[in-house]
């Protein structure tokens, strides 16, 4: 697609168009990689060491959940990275639904990384709770450097 894209002051030799538009794609990756990610201002510190870092644990850059080599058990993203504490106050927003007696079952395709327990996929991937599941579960959280968690990517609707 980038080699059609063609402004109408663009003038000159096609090798001299395309030199330019590699150059450009270049530096934007270059720029990509050379960021750096910032360890969010709600996370947990007791959940990183010198290897698993806070700044490449919750790196949501790659994919909304952060490093996967960093989870394991207890240990989530939700937990550690701070969305577990954005969803407590988005929880307070939202109507309570302590009518569902019957618990639902979490979809086979959910990201396990996206839940903890305090909002286990049962609760967030519940659609008798909305067409998105549980609202509490999906807060906005690129004010503190994440990437906000989805019910598609997360109930296992979407591929990351």
């Given at each position: 697609w980038i080699a059609r894209v063609e402004a109408p002051a663009?003038?000159?030799?096609?090798?001299?168009?395309h030199r330019w538009v590699s150059l450009f794609v270049l530096a934007a990756l270059d720029c990509w990689a050379d960021a750096t990610s910032e360890c969010p201002p709600l996370a947990q510190p007791r959940c990183f060491d010198e290897e698993f870092t806070c700044e490449r644990c919750c790196d949501t850059r790659a994919i909304p959940v952060?490093?996967?080599?960093?989870?394991l058990g207890d240990v989530t993203f939700a937990t550690c990275c701070g969305v577990t504490n954005l969803r407590?106050?988005?929880?307070?927003?939202?109507?309570a639904a302590d009518h569902l007696y019957v618990?639902?079952?979490?979809?086979?395709?959910a990201q396990a990384n996206c839940f903890d327990k305090y909002f286990p996929c049962e609760r967030c991937c519940d659609t008798r709770r909305g067409a998105q599941g549980d609202m509490a579960c999906w807060?906005?959280?690129?004010a503190v450097g994440l990437r906000t968690l989805t019910f598609a990517?997360?109930?296992?609707?979407?591929?990351?």
């Open positions: 663009w003038r000159g030799p096609s090798k001299q168009r952060g490093d996967l080599s960093c989870w407590f106050q988005a929880s307070m927003l939202v109507p618990p639902a079952t979490c979809p086979p395709a807060p906005d959280s690129t990517f997360c109930c296992g609707m979407l591929p990351f």
